[in-house]
């Protein structure tokens, strides 16, 4: 154990179970550890690091504007970040961006623009927003409650009033909640992520269209872990025959520094006046300026690596032993391992390769240009680890 490690738990708050490794630096996807020892990063920070740990293009961005203003307020203008939300818009038919540091804090404005309209167009006592059971929309009060998942809530309530959980891919399900609840907005993961990797099915997401437009109701795509072209396209809704009111986005959107963006259609663009909605730090020109990066290298032949690599993964683990199944879409894959998740994970630390998990899955979110060699090398060991007894 080195001083850092125990510094950690003798100063920081115990809400991480860390893993036993100290990483100091890295390139691409290889992380450095304090040993020197070199690791396969298979996680890229929880689907953050894009273009894995500091991209040469990425840093030479952010630092470029670093050297010129680091943050003004949202009192004036900067360049940075009407640059990212007009690629923002230009690529996915939205009409308008907020911006804000975290994926909470984009469901926090998207939740509280919801009701906003519905306040405005339907009155106030369609407040409720339907998510799924098992999503996970973040850690505030009110992302909390919208987060379907009893084991987050207790201890912490009571939570925030109007949120109902329905049956993902029960589309009936979702009829009745809109039947007994003044209903503000749906809202969902294309990809449950925390939840276990389940990516909803194609018929179940077309049923939500269908029934926010007969229930007049908005659809909010979380795509905080989807987004950004995890899925093998720009946002995961674009996987599916739907186009979202709002759709909020955060953890891989600037490669690595934090950053949350919520994305208007025309329809709900105007809910937001002045003084009605804001942030300190949302929209800092060093954050947009490594977010313009990672957007400008988002591109089709990009998306279509992604597509590659996940076709490569799959097919490495469908019917290996110790595999039952893949889940997931394009890098955002989910093994439901035979072993106990945690510890495949720890045995691939071990052996030099950082995986994911979620609920007893291993989740695996590599940097999304992870070189073929290293992600064939972590492919070997995981199967390796998973085959094991
Ligand atoms: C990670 C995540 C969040 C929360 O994002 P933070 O940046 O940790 O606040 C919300 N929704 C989804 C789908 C996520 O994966």
Not at 41 to 46: N, Q, T, Y
Not at 194 to 215: I, K, P, Q, T, W
């Amino acid at each position: 154990m080195d001083d850092i490690i125990e510094l950690d738990r003798k100063y920081i708050t115990a809400t991480y179970a860390r893993l036993p490794l100290h990483i100091v630096s890295g390139s691409g996807s290889v992380a450095v550890g304090a040993d020197g020892r070199e690791y396969i990063d298979m996680g890229a920070g929880i689907a953050v690091n894009s273009f894995g740990i500091s991209d040469k293009e990425w840093v030479a961005a952010v630092t470029e504007q670093l050297g010129k203003v680091q943050h003004t307020s949202n009192l004036y203008y900067t360049e940075p970040c009407v640059r990212l939300a007009g690629m923002l818009c230009e690529r996915t038919g939205m009409d308008k961006v907020f911006f804000c540091n975290s994926g909470a804090e984009a469901n926090e404005c998207a939740i509280k623009a919801a009701r906003k309209y519905a306040a405005e167009h339907k009155g106030e006592e369609y407040y409720n927003i339907i998510t799924l059971k098992n999503s996970f929309h973040g850690r505030t009060v009110t992302t909390l409650a919208a987060t379907g998942q009893d084991e987050y809530h207790t201890m912490f309530k009571p939570l925030t009033d109007g949120f109902v959980y329905a049956e993902p891919n029960d589309i009936e399900d979702v009829r009745r909640k809109l039947d007994a609840n003044k209903t503000a907005a749906i809202m969902f993961e294309v990809v449950q992520g925390e939840g276990g990797v389940n990516a909803l099915s194609f018929d179940f997401v077309s049923g939500l269209r269908d029934l926010a437009r007969e229930y007049e109701v908005l659809l909010i795509a979380d795509e905080v872990q989807t987004g950004n072209g995890r899925t093998g396209k720009l946002y995961g809704y674009m996987n599916y025959d739907v186009e979202p009111d709002i759709v909020t986005t955060a953890k891989g959107l600037a490669g690595g520094l934090p950053i949350g963006a919520v994305m208007f259609s025309r329809n709900v663009s105007g809910v937001y006046t002045p003084g009605t909605h804001g942030s300190t730090f949302g929209g800092n020109p060093v954050c947009c300026a490594g977010a313009v990066n990672i957007l400008s290298r988002i591109d089709e032949s990009l998306l279509e690596q992604v597509r590659q690599k996940s076709d490569f993964i799959r097919s490495a683990f469908e019917g290996a032993r110790g595999v039952r199944s893949v889940s997931g879409l394009g890098l955002m894959l989910g093994l439901d391992v035979e072993k106990d998740a945690k510890s495949v994970a720890s045995e691939c630390l071990d052996r030099g390769v950082l995986v994911l998990t979620a609920k007893n899955k291993v989740r695996l979110l590599p940097a999304l240009n992870i070189p073929m060699d290293l992600l064939g090398r972590a492919v070997d060991i995981i199967k390796e680890v998973c085959a094991q007894s």
